[in-house]
């Protein structure tokens, strides 16, 4: 498979196909037993272990179902915790401060995640994936913990911001409803993707 800048795409499938692992493939998580996997002309998994953990966090973004935000920590702090170890620090604060503006959030920087909804904790984990401006961004199941009215948002908030970031978004998907919104549509199954 084979995509440009601003595609797409979604990715169904019964739960045990390995949608996760195929997501943690692409996201330099984890090698594939077969092929290679290359972004921006490089194959991660042929770097040194510090080269690599450098690649992920400038090139990929990553969105979980249940949104791992640290509890501790500020809706802004959460967005900024990439950055910690990015090497590329120049306006890391106002590109944070844009984009929780763009998800909806500018007027609840200094809350805790335990004061948000489900999700407003869905749209930190968003502009935290893009905080690095990456090239890839990978979702596993980001609205399988929300109410409808929240899945839509998030569908919406997903698609839109692929489209201004012109990153490659890829999203696994047990939600038929999210998976069809989406321009390019597989399903995994007998560990092959079949486009829909």
């Given amino acids: 498979m084979a995509l440009d800048a601003g595609d797409a795409v979604s990715i169904v499938g019964p739960s045990g196909t390995g949608k996760s692992t195929l997501l943690y493939v692409f996201g330099a998580l984890e090698p594939p037993s077969s092929g290679d996997v290359t972004l921006d002309d490089v194959n991660p998994y042929t770097l040194a272990d510090k080269a690599l953990s450098s ?13 791992c935000l640290l509890p501790q920590l500020t809706v ?4 900024l915790v990439p950055t910690i170890v ?4 120049a306006n890391t604060l106002e590109r944070a401060k844009h984009l929780l503006e763009a998800v909806g959030l500018s007027h609840r920087l200094e809350h805790r995640p335990a004061e948000l ?3 407003e904790k869905q749209r930190v984990s968003i502009a935290r994936a893009l905080i690095c401006a990456p090239k890839l961004m990978l979702c596993d199941e980001p609205t399988g913990n929300l109410d409808r009215a929240s899945a839509e948002s998030v569908g919406d908030l997903l698609l839109r911001l ?10 696994v998907t047990h939600s038929l409803e ?3 919104r989406f321009p390019k549509k597989f399903e995994l199954k007998d560990q092959n993707l079949h486009a829909l």
């Fill in 178 to 180: 999210l998976a069809t």
């Fill in 76 to 79: 802004l702090e959460n967005v």
């Fill in 86 to 89: 990015s090497t590329e620090k």
């Fill in 117 to 119: 909804s489900g999700g």
């Fill in 162 to 171: 692929n489209q201004e970031q012109k990153t490659i978004l890829i999203v």
């Fill in 55 to 67: 690649f992920r966090n400038q090139k990929v973004g990553f969105v979980f179902q249940d949104h």
